[in-house]
């Protein structure tokens, strides 16, 4: 019913196109001079005239009933009935006809009816219903293809009437040139502009028509061939349409397109090949693969100077930046050692000076006594010379003025203390270099390096002074306020117990203890006894348990996250950038982690601090690199993966197994850099299995858990030996201890001497001497050592019972117990927890622009792959493009259909590198805090580059290829809309499936939904499906974009097709704001699954 509905307003609307011409035509004959020369143009004009002026009146009623395929009834009216141009084949139709013109002229009613077979027809017939002038008991001369009749003198013909026909038997001739009269239908109608309707000619070897297809009735010699006998779409009247390489100036007349200059099927006029075409005559296409090389030339050329510049770039700013901080090192070096050198130079000269005092004393006093042992001797006599006493007065002074000369020369040395400072003020003059703090800030790169190393060069010094530290220095570091101080965090536990929810099986029991500031706790055990477990405990990352017992920060029971902008957790995977520098790497985490009150300057050394003591500045410019690009050794690698927590100063750092797969070496270096975190403040915990003996003893806390999750020793790690050795058992010589206890714990070796304790039992044995609660499944054990210990109370644990259970319930119970995990952490995402840190990080706008520069390097080191990417849509252009022409019958939908499903596919699985492989890096990540919203705008924001890029690709080939008649602008903003919007579904495929799935799906997609999507829409279920696929509208704006180019005599082409796909030509803007919205969608999709669904 509804294709009937739309049948009818197209019908209409060539109604009322047609009934303008006819109308006005009904007083030729009133003239009585047809013949006369200079009375006929004026006849015709007077005609013509009258004709146009009705445009106006009937522009409403063709645009109310035509509103699918008619964008404009005027414009498209005038090019396709607009003969004002050239009115010879009216005349001539005047002339022929003798004024009779007007009778043989379809009325309304007899332009409804031939168009209502024409719309219910099949193609491939020409023939009508029977009507009142043509059926089987009559059937005149006029009723043949390409004839028509008169109605008789004495009948008044109403050519608005389109309710009866009228009765057209009288003096049948052939039709008109310029007009085409149906087969069963004795009237005749002007052929619209684009048509080709001379009056055919007969072929005697085939008996046809030419160049119309149908025959001469038989058994009829007087008969002749006649004019156009159809106008329909191209299929069925492909013989009327002006042929391609040619172009119809009139519906009479056809001229051959001259060279230069190309004529499609249809044209009224020739159109000028563009320059660097090839256009020969009488063809109806340009040749202008000549464009889309230069066009893919010009594209390359830019994309290998944008990418070249760009990476010269970064290459030329990272080696200045390498040679700034070169330079300041150097000139921090060398500070530093002027300045130890005079430190020591004044260190010799007071104990130099100081001895040359005592010796001046010891000799100057010596002198006094002989003087006055020879003054008393002298005082014995009645008289002493006046010139000995003289010679005495002299050496007195001269005494004196030694002795004040030294202790002014020492009084100098001792007054000037800082005078090392010196150095710095002169380094800091010579190079510019101002402190950050009270003075003029810092902008330079040289100024930052030479600030950081500078104070780096400083701790060393210090580092080295506090190795012999007096009571007075202890004093003066307590008391010094310039230093900036963390915020201290302390974890205290008890009766910790995790039990998980799918088997009712404990992992962790009564663990009860504390990690303090400042200390370095290790965490060891054997495979299975939970430690992995304890950490994510700590961090607040366990799900799928049931958690007991208590966990305190500070003393006081607050969230874990309320503190994750000061805690660092280091996974056991090195979850690393692998296509970034590793300096890159910890500048990234720094800016976006630190305090965003800290200057430039003041990051600057925090970063140059922590790749100093990892001993990672021979690598500082290297890449991580991935599995397919080697890189840094592994060692190198996992020391950044623990660097990338140092650099935004913890209070807490956590680390799952950091020394695993590292030489002692390694190790010792990383625990080293670990120590002076600690000397900060900093409460280090980390799991480690058997350490070398040299790295244990560099922990300061120990926690052992036996297999179970049960505590078998918690506390300082110099008395884990003594602790032992009160159970009775000793570790052997040459045997490292944390091998020994791990060996106990696994039971492979059983305890030596004669303590005759079994490994099971030192959980127990541990309770006891802490005095904590036995669980009632230990108590029997636990009563040969202590009968009291039935009078405690602890937490029972029972296994869960699968043998009492059908498959049903153990189904039931699993996907319950998924769900809630799920739903564990979906609350987990969504939980806001009062931030407590102290610490205001950059915001999103800040975060955004680090994560663009990141995600921008990233690119640029991926040119290779990019480079493939567009290298496979420009071979998908032109093979689509050569094997796919333009139909002008369905206006390109064939084409059109490829291309969507191609770029599609091409598209998704592209974009889905952009989430896929940085999974766990998010994960990670927005763990410590970063912006969720700021990481996934920078990725979308740096992919609008291919958005914008990959269909200028595509089209460089398939466009210029096909040569539709749409533009270029057209097919570009199409396509431009169609990436965007399966980029956005490709990122919430990336997100939710794993990267195999995903891309199972991008290549699924495209294909079924281009599919329902060109199925005809039989029901309105079907139909709403159908709205809901992108690829629907996407090509339902190439199809119009296209259509809406065929004017004139690919009216009813145009109409058809459209009625029959179901497209509309007023529908191009919504199907592109369709594609956007679309597009919007997937990415809010993506997001919000990003964030919800995350995968710990």
């Given at each position: ?8 307003h ?12 006819v ?7 009133d ?10 143009p ?6 013509y ?23 404009d009834p005027d ?10 141009s ?9 002339k022929?006809t ?8 379809c ?11 024409l ?12 009507n009142k002038?043509?059926?089987l008991?009559?059937w ?11 109605v008789?003198s ?11 026909i ?5 003096n ?5 040139e310029?007009?085409?009269?149906p ?6 109608m ?16 085939t008996?046809v028509?030419e160049?119309y ?22 299929s ?16 009479t ?11 499609r099927m ?12 090839s256009?020969?005559s ?9 464009y ?18 760009s990476d ?8 200045r930046?390498?040679?700034?901080r070169?330079?300041?090192a ?12 005079w ?7 007071k104990?130099?000076?100081t ?14 006594d ?9 005082l ?18 001269d ?26 003020v002169k380094?800091?003059?010579?190079t510019?270099n101002?402190?950050?703090k009270?003075k003029q ?6 100024q930052i390096?030479n600030?950081?190393?500078t104070?780096?060069?400083k ?6 002074e506090n190795?012999n530290l ?9 008391i ?11 974890i ?10 799918a088997?009712?099986?404990?992992i962790?029991?009564?663990?009860t203890?504390k990690?303090?500031?400042g ?10 006894a ?26 006081r ?18 979850v ?20 965003a ?10 970063l140059?601090?922590?790749i ?13 690199g ?27 750092l ?7 797969g590292?030489d ?11 120590r002076?975190?600690?000397?900060e ?9 058997q ?7 560099m922990?300061?806390?120990l ?13 300082p790690?110099?008395k884990?030996e ?20 791990i ?8 305890p030596g001497g004669s303590?005759?304790v079994?490994?099971?039992e ?6 006891l ?5 036995i ?7 636990a009563?040969?050592?202590d009968?009291?210990?039935s ?7 029972n296994?869960?019972d699968h043998?009492g ?7 039931w119970?699993d996907?319950?117990?998924?769900v809630?995990?799920q739903?564990?952490?979906i ?32 690119r640029l080191?991926?040119a290779?792959?990019?480079?493939i ?8 252009g032109?093979?689509l493009?050569t094997?796919?022409k ?10 059109y ?8 596919l091409?598209c ?12 766990l ?13 700021a990481?996934?705008l ?7 580059f291919?958005?914008v890029?990959?269909?200028v690709?595509?089209l ?26 399966v ?11 794993e990267?195999?799935?995903?891309q ?12 329902i999507?060109?199925q ?21 704006a ?5 259509a809406?180019r065929y004017q ?7 109409c058809?097709?459209l ?6 030509l007023?529908?191009?803007n919504?199907?592109?704001?369709i ?6 969608i997937?990415?809010a ?11 710990k």
């Amino acid at each position: 019913m509804r294709k009937w509905s739309r049948s009818k307003h197209l019908l209409w609307l060539l109604v009322l196109w047609l009934l303008p011409f006819v109308v006005q035509c009904q007083e030729v004959n009133d003239y009585d001079q047809i013949d006369n020369p200079s009375v006929l143009p004026l006849v015709t004009q007077l005609v013509y005239s009258r004709l146009s002026n009705l445009t106006s009146l009937l522009s409403q009623e063709i645009a109310t009933h035509s509103t699918f395929c008619v964008k404009d009834p005027d414009a498209d009216w005038n090019q396709a009935f607009n003969f004002s141009s050239d009115l010879s084949f009216l005349a001539s139709c005047i002339k022929k006809t003798k004024g009779d013109v007007t009778r043989r002229l379809c009325t309304a009613a007899e332009v409804k009816f031939y168009l209502t077979n024409l719309l219910e027809r099949s193609t491939s017939s020409n023939y009508l219903k029977p009507n009142k002038n043509c059926n089987l008991s009559s059937w005149f001369p006029g009723c043949e293809p390409g004839w028509a009749c008169s109605v008789p003198s004495s009948q008044k013909v109403d050519l608005r009437n389109s309710k009866e026909i009228p009765s057209r038997t009288s003096n049948c001739q052939p039709c008109c040139e310029g007009f085409f009269c149906p087969h069963g239908i004795t009237c005749m109608m002007p052929c619209p502009l684009g048509s080709y309707c001379p009056l055919a000619k007969l072929n005697k070897t085939t008996g046809v028509c030419e160049p119309y297809l149908y025959q001469l009735p038989p058994m009829q010699p007087n008969h002749s061939c006649g004019g156009a006998n159809v106008w329909a779409d191209v299929s069925s009247s492909s013989e009327m349409f002006c042929s391609a390489g040619s172009y119809c100036p009139t519906t009479t007349k056809t001229v051959p397109c001259s060279s230069g200059h190309y004529c499609r099927m249809g044209s009224t006029s020739e159109k000028r090949c563009f320059k660097l075409t090839s256009c020969n005559s009488n063809t109806a296409t340009q040749n202008m693969h000549a464009y889309g090389i230069m066009l893919i030339a010009a594209l390359s050329t830019l994309l290998l100077i944008i990418y070249n510049c760009s990476d010269q770039i970064l290459t030329t700013k990272e080696r200045r930046m390498a040679k700034s901080r070169e330079a300041a090192a150097r000139n921090a070096r060398s500070t530093a050692t002027a300045r130890q050198r005079w430190k020591l130079a004044k260190d010799a000269a007071k104990k130099g000076a100081t001895g040359l005092q005592a010796q001046l004393s010891r000799k100057f006093s010596r002198k006094n006594d002989e003087t006055n042992l020879e003054t008393v001797k002298i005082l014995d006599q009645a008289t002493t010379s006046s010139s000995t006493a003289t010679i005495s007065s002299v050496l007195l002074e001269d005494i004196d003025k030694e002795s004040s000369g030294f202790k002014q020369t020492i009084h100098e040395i001792l007054k000037e203390p800082d005078i090392e400072d010196n150095f710095n003020v002169k380094m800091e003059t010579r190079t510019k270099n101002l402190p950050p703090k009270g003075k003029q800030p810092l902008h330079t790169h040289s100024q930052i390096f030479n600030y950081a190393y500078t104070e780096l060069e400083k701790e060393k010094a210090q580092q080295q002074e506090n190795k012999n530290l007096t009571f007075s220095g202890v004093i003066k570091m307590a008391i010094n306020t310039e230093k900036r101080k963390r915020p201290l965090i302390e974890i205290s536990f008890k009766d910790l117990t995790l039990t998980l929810k799918a088997r009712n099986k404990p992992i962790l029991r009564c663990v009860t203890g504390k990690i303090k500031p400042g200390r370095i706790t290790a965490v060891m055990g054997p495979s299975g006894a939970g430690k992995t477990t304890f950490l994510s405990a700590l961090a607040g990352k366990a799900f799928g348990c049931f958690a007991s017992g208590s966990i305190l920060i500070n003393g006081r029971n607050e969230s874990i996250h309320s503190f994750k902008k000061i805690i660092g957790f280091v996974p056991q995977d090195d979850v690393v950038h692998g296509n970034l520098t590793v300096e890159e790497n910890l500048w990234f985490s720094a800016q976006c982690r630190l305090s965003a009150d800290l200057s430039k300057p003041e990051k600057v050394l925090v970063l140059e601090r922590v790749i100093e003591f990892l001993g990672l500045q021979s690598v500082r410019n290297s890449l991580v690199g991935t599995v397919e690009k080697r890189g840094i050794s592994g060692g190198q690698r996992k020391r950044v993966n623990v660097g990338l927590e140092m650099v935004m100063e913890p209070s807490l750092l956590i680390l799952d197994e950091p020394t695993s797969g590292l030489d002692s070496a390694s190790s010792q270096l990383l625990l080293r850099a670990l120590r002076r975190e600690a000397l900060e403040g900093v409460n280090i915990c980390m799991v480690v299995h058997q350490p070398s003996y040299a790295l244990f003893k560099m922990f300061d806390d120990l926690i052992l858990l036996g297999k179970g999750g049960l505590t078998v020793y918690h506390g300082p790690s110099k008395k884990v030996e003594e602790y032992f050795s009160g159970l009775g058992i000793h570790i052997p010589e040459r045997i490292n201890p944390p091998d020994y206890f791990i060996d106990i714990l696994e039971g492979i070796v059983k305890p030596g001497g004669s303590s005759g304790v079994r490994y099971k039992e030192l959980p127990v044995r541990w309770m006891l001497y802490n005095g904590y609660p036995i669980p009632h499944d230990m108590q029997q054990s636990a009563e040969q050592y202590d009968t009291s210990v039935s009078m405690n109370s602890a937490i029972d644990s029972n296994s869960y019972d699968h043998d009492g259970k059908t498959f049903a319930g153990d189904l039931w119970h699993d996907v319950r117990n998924n769900v809630e995990l799920q739903g564990e952490k979906i609350r987990l995402n969504f939980l806001k927890s009062k931030d407590l840190s102290n610490r205001r990080t950059p915001g999103i706008f800040k975060q955004y622009k680090y994560f663009l520069i990141r995600v921008g390097k990233q690119r640029l080191r991926e040119a290779s792959i990019q480079a493939i990417d567009y290298l496979i849509l420009l071979l998908a252009g032109a093979c689509l493009g050569t094997l796919t022409k333009a139909s002008d019958q369905t206006f390109g939908a064939a084409g059109y259909t490829y291309t969507v499903i191609a770029v599609s596919l091409l598209c998704k699985i592209a974009a889905l590198r952009s989430f896929s492989l940085d999974k766990l890096h998010y994960w990670r990540e927005s763990d410590s805090g970063m912006s969720s919203l700021a990481y996934f705008l920078s990725k979308d924001t740096i992919d609008q580059f291919n958005t914008v890029i990959k269909p200028v690709v595509y089209l460089s080939m398939f466009y210029f290829f096909t040569n539709p008649r749409s533009s270029f602008a057209d097919n570009y903003v199409v396509l431009l809309c169609l990436v965007y919007c399966v980029t956005g579904i490709a990122y919430a495929l990336a997100i939710l499936f794993e990267p195999g799935a995903a891309q199972l799906w991008s290549v699924l997609l495209p294909v079924v939904l281009t599919l329902i999507a060109t199925q005809p829409k039989d029901s309105k279920i079907l139909k709403g499906i159908a709205n809901l696929c992108y690829s629907k509208w996407a090509l339902q704006a190439f199809v119009v974009a296209n259509a809406e180019r065929y004017q004139g005599v690919w009216f009813i082409t145009r109409c058809g097709s459209l009625m029959k796909s179901g497209y509309n030509l007023h529908y191009w803007n919504l199907c592109i704001s369709i594609l956007i919205l679309m597009g919007v969608i997937g990415r809010a999709i993506a997001f919000f699954c990003m964030v919800t669904f995350q995968k710990k």
